[in-house]
């Protein structure tokens, strides 16, 4: 089970971090994403368990870092300097596999980021 938290509004130039608690199973690999209004949901950050290697689109780099957090099994996403195009319900994503954009097997119920220009 994934379960995301600290999703809501803020200020174009603000900050929000998310958090992805698994719970009931391990994952090679974690992932977020992102689906605005009228959109497809789009890759945005992902990162392997063992060794922490990090993965981001282009539109996030510089500005979103993913990590995480062995012990707690949780995953974060620390977004800064938003902006109102981040709007978007943010879904958290796991799998077995190494996978980075997916396709993943386990996603969370996902959390919504409202950035106010």
């Known amino acids: 089970q994934l379960v995301e938290s600290g999703g809501g509004l803020v200020q174009a130039g603000g900050s929000l971090r998310l958090s992805c608690a698994a719970s009931g199973r391990t994952f090679s690999t974690m992932g977020w994403f992102r689906q605005a209004p009228g959109k497809e949901r789009e890759f945005v950050a992902a990162?392997?368990?063992?060794?922490?290697?990090?993965y981001y689109a282009e539109f996030v780099k510089g500005r979103f870092t993913i990590s995480r957090d062995n012990a707690k099994n949780t995953m974060y996403l620390q977004m800064n300097s938003l902006k109102p195009e981040d709007t978007a319900v943010y879904y958290c994503?796991?799998?077995?596999?190494?996978?980075?954009?997916?396709?993943?097997?386990?996603w969370g119920q996902g959390t919504l980021v409202t950035v106010s220009s």
């Open positions: 994503a796991g799998d077995s596999r190494t996978v980075i954009a997916g396709p993943y097997g386990f």
């Open positions: 990162i392997r368990w063992s060794g922490g290697t990090t």
